[in-house]
């Protein structure tokens, strides 16, 4: 391939072509393009502390599933949806893990079982911590669509491709999920006062 000169900056289409040719250290700059919005995409769904390991999952997941991108959307909403469907993956893995973790709890009860701080340590402040700690008690479809929307500044036409939603179930689900997180944040500030 010939050299691009560095002051023309390739879009991700150019290194998704790139990479499928072989080129891993296109699809290697895909991923440094894109490793913040996959780790907060990951840690806004709830991956925690597993949102290291979710990532790097969604970006090997990708590579191999490569050829079946289309570019009908963006490259970022399609790799976020791979992220979001890795972190559901991890809550249902979870699920399992817990009822052992419970069930060992009570077989032997001075065991201790850690808290996930990973959501405090990523995103900083009074107000921010607030807004997680609401967005957290949404239904996981309700959160999942604020935080394409809102949180990853995604277009509606992203969030559709990313979620797989129709886009009459994207508008009206972030409709009401908004409503239902203003009353969450409502009720945040009445406790606290």
């Given at each position: 391939?010939?050299?691009?000169?560095?002051?023309?900056?390739?879009?991700?289409?150019?290194?998704?072509?790139?990479?499928?040719?072989?080129?891993?250290?296109?699809?290697?700059?895909?991923?440094?393009?894109?490793?913040?919005?996959?780790?907060?995409?990951?840690?806004?769904?709830?991956?925690?502390?597993?949102?290291?390991?979710?990532?790097?999952?969604?970006?090997?997941?990708?590579?191999?599933?490569?050829?079946?991108?289309?570019?009908?959307?963006?490259?970022?909403?399609?790799?976020?949806?791979?992220?979001?469907?890795?972190?559901?993956?991890?809550?249902?893995?979870?699920?399992?893990?817990?009822?052992?973790?419970?069930?060992?709890?009570?077989?032997?009860?001075?065991?201790?079982?850690?808290?996930?701080?990973?959501?405090?340590?990523?995103?900083?402040?009074?107000r921010r911590a607030t807004l997680v700690r609401a967005?957290?008690?949404?239904?996981?479809?309700?959160?999942?669509?604020?935080?394409?929307?809102?949180?990853?500044?995604?277009?509606?036409?992203?969030?559709?491709?990313?979620?797989?939603?129709?886009?009459?179930?994207?508008?009206?689900?972030?409709s009401r999920a908004l409503t239902k997180l203003r009353?969450?944040?409502?009720?945040?500030?009445?406790?606290?006062?």
């Open positions: 391939m010939s050299a691009v000169p560095p002051e023309v900056p390739l879009d991700d289409d150019d290194f998704v072509t790139r990479a499928r040719a072989g080129d891993l250290e296109a699809y290697e700059l895909l991923v440094a393009r894109h490793t913040a919005s996959a780790y907060r995409t990951a840690v806004l769904l709830g991956a925690g502390s597993d949102a290291e390991d979710v990532i790097q999952e969604a970006f090997v997941k990708g590579y191999r599933k490569l050829s079946r991108y289309r570019a009908e959307s963006s490259f970022r909403s399609w790799l976020l949806a791979i992220v979001a469907n890795e972190t559901r993956n991890l809550h249902r893995s979870r699920t399992r893990r817990d009822g052992l973790v419970l069930r060992a709890a009570v077989a032997n009860p001075e065991s201790q079982v850690a808290e996930d701080g990973a959501v405090g340590a990523v995103l900083a402040g009074e967005l957290r008690l949404l239904p996981v479809k309700d959160r999942e669509v604020i935080v394409c929307r809102f949180f990853l500044d995604l277009s509606e036409d992203e969030t559709v491709t990313m979620l797989g939603w129709p886009r009459g179930t994207v508008k009206s689900r972030t009353g969450l944040l409502g009720g945040e500030e009445v406790h606290r006062g």
